[in-house]
C-alpha cells in the first residue's frame, strides 16, 4: 500500500499541530518551477491569529529539519488559515460558520444561499434571505443532500457583538462617573 507524500507529512504533522490547539485542515505540497512549496492550512473552533500561527510555523519547521519528510531539496513552509471563502467539508467546519452565509450546491434542487443557523450530527438549520421585502424562511438540509459547501463573504454583515461592545462601553462610562 502506498501513501502519498502529503498523506506521510499529514501523519507526522497533525500530532504536532493538534498540540498547539489547532486543526491540520490541509497539506500540499506543490512544485513552483524548480522550487518545492510545502501549504500547510491550520484552523480552530475559534480560529487562529497571526501568532499561533507564527508558533506552528516554527514548530513544523523544526520537526521537518530533524525529519527527512520533504527530502534533500529546498523547499518553501508556508503555514495558513483557510481564508475568507473557505470551502466547508467536515462537521466542524459547519459548526464552524454558524452565523455566516453560505452557498451550498444541493444534489437534487440546485444552489441555495442560506444563513447558517444550527448544526447537528444530521444536518443543518438554515436561514434563506427573503427576496424584494419579503422575510427569511427556515429550511433544513441533510448533510446528505449537500454535494458542495463555501462560506460567502459579506461586506455589510452585522456582527452581532457590535451591541455587546457599546453596552460593555456604557457600563464603563458609568463606572467612571461612579468614581469622579
Same mark, same amino acid.
Given at each position: 500500500?502506498?501513501?502519498?507524500?502529503?498523506?506521510?507529512?499529514?501523519?507526522?504533522?497533525?500530532?504536532?499541530?493538534?498540540?498547539?490547539?489547532?486543526?491540520?485542515?490541509?497539506?500540499?505540497?506543490?512544485?513552483?518551477?524548480?522550487?518545492?512549496?510545502?501549504?500547510?492550512?491550520?484552523?480552530?473552533?475559534?480560529?487562529?491569529?497571526?501568532?499561533?500561527?507564527?508558533?506552528? $510555523?516554527?514548530? !513544523?519547521? /523544526?520537526?521537518?529539519? =530533524?525529519? @527527512?519528510?520533504? +527530502?534533500?531539496?529546498?523547499?518553501?513552509?508556508? %503555514?495558513?488559515?483557510?481564508?475568507?471563502?473557505?470551502?466547508?467539508?467536515?462537521?466542524?467546519?459547519?459548526?464552524?460558520?454558524?452565523?455566516?452565509?453560505?452557498?451550498?450546491?444541493?444534489?437534487? $434542487?440546485?444552489? !441555495?444561499? /442560506?444563513?447558517?443557523? =444550527?448544526? @447537528?450530527?444530521? +444536518?443543518?438549520?438554515?436561514?434563506?434571505?427573503? %427576496?424584494?421585502?419579503?422575510?427569511?424562511?427556515?429550511?433544513?438540509?441533510?448533510?446528505?443532500?449537500?454535494?458542495?459547501?463555501?462560506?460567502?463573504?459579506?461586506?455589510?454583515?452585522?456582527?452581532?457583538?457590535?451591541?455587546?461592545?457599546?453596552?460593555?462601553?456604557?457600563?464603563?462610562?458609568?463606572?467612571?462617573?461612579?468614581?469622579?
Amino acid at each position: 500500500m502506498s501513501t502519498t507524500q502529503s498523506e506521510r507529512l499529514r501523519e507526522l504533522l497533525e500530532p504536532l499541530v493538534g498540540s498547539q490547539g489547532l486543526d491540520l485542515e490541509e497539506v500540499a505540497v506543490d512544485s513552483v518551477g524548480r522550487k518545492r512549496v510545502l501549504r500547510v492550512v491550520v484552523d480552530s473552533d475559534t480560529g487562529a491569529d497571526l501568532d499561533q500561527i507564527a508558533d506552528v $510555523s516554527r514548530a !513544523l519547521s /523544526a520537526k521537518l529539519d =530533524e525529519t @527527512d519528510a520533504m +527530502g534533500a531539496g529546498e523547499y518553501t513552509l508556508e %503555514v495558513g488559515t483557510p481564508g475568507a471563502e473557505r470551502e466547508l467539508t467536515e462537521h466542524r467546519h459547519y459548526v464552524r460558520a454558524t452565523d455566516r452565509l453560505v452557498k451550498f450546491q444541493l444534489a437534487e $434542487s440546485g444552489e !441555495l444561499v /442560506a444563513r447558517i443557523i =444550527e448544526v @447537528d450530527d444530521d +444536518g443543518i438549520d438554515v436561514e434563506v434571505p427573503g %427576496v424584494k421585502g419579503r422575510k427569511p424562511t427556515a429550511k433544513r438540509l441533510a448533510f446528505a443532500d449537500v454535494v458542495k459547501a463555501r462560506v460567502q463573504v459579506e461586506f455589510n454583515r452585522k456582527n452581532k457583538n457590535d451591541e455587546h461592545v457599546e453596552d460593555v462601553e456604557d457600563v464603563e462610562d458609568t463606572e467612571n462617573e461612579e468614581e469622579a
